[in-house]
């Protein structure tokens, strides 16, 4: 939601700045889906970035 109480369209393309950092961190090809388990480890992980990364590929993940 914007500051003016708008709905922003294509907010998803703002939220992903480093696109496939997350397949880098995990080790897994860029092409390939991220297997569950690393996704969930990754979203309990101590480093905030590698969590927010998780969390917004499991938002993703629910989108179609």
């Not at 294509?10 to 090809?29: D, F, N, Y």
């Amino acid at each position: 939601m914007g500051y003016d109480g708008v709905v922003k369209k294509k907010w998803i393309s703002g939220a992903i700045r480093h696109p496939g950092a997350l397949h880098r961190a995990l080790g897994v090809p860029q092409g390939e889906k991220i297997p569950a388990s690393k996704l969930a480890k990754a979203a309990h992980s101590k480093n905030p970035t590698m969590r927010k990364r998780a969390n917004l590929a499991k938002t993703l993940k629910r989108m179609h």
